[in-house]
């Protein structure tokens, strides 16, 4: 188990290149169950959910050639089971896009109940609700849910009560070789859809209207290999960088991003005082000024993304005056507001709202993780506070972000990775 120990009052300045999308990559990958073939995954994201992601493959049958670390050639045609590992499963939510990919390919699926990040209740219901509606018999049963079909899938209208990325999509893997027509109203829009719909068009799919409230789906019978498929960038982590740039009051430029993903946060960040401009692929952000306060409310694509608030809190935490978030997608996610408070942040958080009283300074100390994002935020919290901040529980941030200690190192930020000592650890349980 490793540590970051970050020295701070760094101004980040240089160049950044964004990796693949992470929740585009996790639901890549298990939809390549449903190509009889053999495939080619470039862009995908060196973190441990792809390896993961990959162990549950090759558990279940495929059989997967690393080009290099970012690519994969995947062969699913000898995949022959439809029981997903449960110890593997419950390391990741992602493993939910198992059932959709297995059900659609075999009739029958069989997964642990997701595990991941500490965000407090996830349910699955509209899952469940799309598997049903396309004509699944869905069971959750000790800690496992059983999904299964005796006929093939048939075509269905699907509405979801709010816009859920995971249902949306899984909605999508389980109706892509149904028989007939499905139509999924209040689908979730967010970049990672439109690239599992582009890479299962590629094999053959017919799905259209992905990225907007309407996708329709005409089931097809079979879906051919052959191809090669790049993951788009990640549009969390270029916006992790762009509130990196403004804490930090840097100056960064951001590669290989699509700086439409990331329209909200410009003018978000624009609003705090930066300048951004955006050319092709690149986002150049330049922060001079001292951080005007704002507020934020966090919604479904493309209004402002709950995986980019606590980079946002960071921000709010050395403005100018008082702030608030508005957090309706996960409420337990304000976690790591009590981590910034002990680096001398004034935050208080009530079910879904957070106010932030801006303070000039922050100040290193020991933080912990307590999810994905909220360690990216801590992270970038440390690199700006005068004096050391020590940062525990990097798995998580090891979960979704590819190299971040280096990437941020060539910005300038001093960060060691150190493994924890055996002492140490028996302080910390
Ligand atoms: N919801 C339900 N029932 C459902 C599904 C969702 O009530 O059946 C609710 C959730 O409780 C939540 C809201 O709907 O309040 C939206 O959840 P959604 O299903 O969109 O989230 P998810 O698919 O579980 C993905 C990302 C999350 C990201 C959310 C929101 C993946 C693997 N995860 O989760 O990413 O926060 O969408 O954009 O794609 C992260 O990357 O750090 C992360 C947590």
Redesign the pocket.
């Known amino acids: 188990m490793d540590k970051l120990v970050i020295t701070g009052n760094t101004h980040l300045k240089g160049e950044v290149t964004i990796s693949g999308a992470?929740?585009s990559a996790?639901?890549i990958l298990p939809a390549t169950i449903l190509v009889n073939g053999i495939c080619n995954i470039s862009n995908l994201p060196n973190i441990s959910d792809v390896k993961i992601s990959c162990e549950i493959l090759e558990n279940l049958g495929a059989k997967i050639t690393w080009k290099n670390e970012h690519e994969i050639t995947i062969d699913t045609r000898n995949v022959n089971s439809t029981e997903a590992p449960i110890d593997l499963t419950s390391k990741f939510?992602?493993s939910y896009y198992l059932l959709g990919a297995l059900l659609g390919r075999f009739g029958k699926s069989v997964v642990g109940l997701p595990g991941g990040?500490n965000?407090g209740?996830?349910?699955?219901?509209?899952?469940i609700k799309a598997f049903e509606a396309l004509g699944a018999k869905v069971e959750v049963e000790q800690g496992k849910i059983i999904a299964n079909t005796k006929k093939r899938l048939k075509g269905a209208d699907i509405y979801f009560d709010?816009?859920?990325?995971?249902?949306t999509i899984n909605a999508i893997l389980a109706a892509v070789l149904s028989h007939g027509t499905t139509v999924i109203s209040n689908a979730?829009k967010?970049p990672?859809i439109v690239d599992v719909a582009n890479f299962l068009n590629t094999a053959g799919a017919d799905i259209s209207g992905a990225g907007t409230d309407e996708i329709k789906i005409n089931g097809v019978k079979e879906l051919k290999g052959n191809y090669s498929y790049s993951v788009v960038p990640d549009q969390?982590e270029a916006g992790t960088f762009m509130f990196a740039a403004v804490a930090s009051k840097g100056d960064i430029v951001i590669k290989n991003c699509i700086p439409e993903h990331l329209d909200c946060i410009k003018a978000k960040i624009i609003d705090m005082g930066a300048e951004v401009t955006y050319e092709n692929d690149q986002i150049h952000v330049i922060m001079n000024n001292d951080i005007k306060s704002t507020n934020i409310n966090t919604l479904?694509y493309p209004g402002f993304?709950?995986?980019l608030q606590a980079q946002a809190g960071v921000c709010l935490a050395l403005a100018d005056g008082t702030s608030t978030i508005n957090e309706t997608?996960?409420e337990s996610r304000f976690q790591y507001t009590s981590e910034l408070n002990k680096m001398g942040a004034k935050i208080t958080s009530q079910g879904q709202v957070a106010t932030f009283e801006g303070v000039e300074k922050l100040y290193g100390t020991s933080v912990e993780a307590t999810?994905?994002?909220a360690g990216a935020a801590l992270l970038i919290a440390g690199i700006v506070a005068d004096g050391k901040t020590t940062l525990y529980n990097t798995k998580y941030i090891d979960r979704?972000y590819e190299h971040i200690e280096t990437k941020f190192k060539e910005l300038g930020a001093k960060i060691k990775r150190v493994e924890i000592s055996e002492d140490e650890l028996i302080i910390l349980n």
């Open positions: 992470k929740n996790i639901a939510r992602a990040c965000l209740p996830r349910p699955i219901d509209q899952h709010m816009a859920s990325v995971g249902a979730a967010e990672h969390i479904p993304p709950t995986d997608i996960w999810d994905l994002r979704g």
